[in-house]
């Protein structure tokens, strides 16, 4: 059974950073791309970024020069360094494959806030 779980979300002033973590199960996610993404209230869910098995990136206008997704194949991590961070990227953050399948872990929440 697929599971995905993130962590390191958190309340951070605007400027600040935080370091998310997505931990999944399944050998065969270590072959697919994998992205984050965020759905604040009242919006749909948005891919943020995303990293193809060989290691390419791309993100979403908005956050390019701020935000790095990187993976670790053999810790079945993928990790989101938020930088810059402004209060429109408060959101609830999750992982998951791209194009995504439909299990979905719990999320991590991510407030900017003075």
């Known amino acids: 059974q697929v599971q995905l779980v993130e962590s390191g979300g958190g309340l951070v002033q605007p400027g600040g950073s935080l370091r998310l973590s997505c931990t999944f199960s399944?050998?065969?996610?270590?072959?697919?791309?994998m992205g984050w993404y965020r759905q604040a209230p009242g919006n749909q869910r948005e891919l943020v970024a995303f990293?193809?098995?060989?290691?390419?990136?791309d993100y979403v206008d908005s956050v390019k020069g701020r935000f790095t997704i990187s993976r670790d194949n053999a810790k079945n991590t993928v990790y989101l360094q938020m930088n810059s961070l402004k209060p429109e990227d408060t959101a609830v953050y999750y992982c998951?494959?791209?194009?995504?399948?439909?299990?979905w872990g719990q999320g991590t929440q991510v407030t900017v806030s003075s």
């Open positions: 998951n494959a791209k194009p995504s399948g439909s299990s």
């Open positions: 399944g050998s065969i996610f270590r072959l697919r791309a």
């Open positions: 990293i193809t098995s060989s290691g390419i990136t």
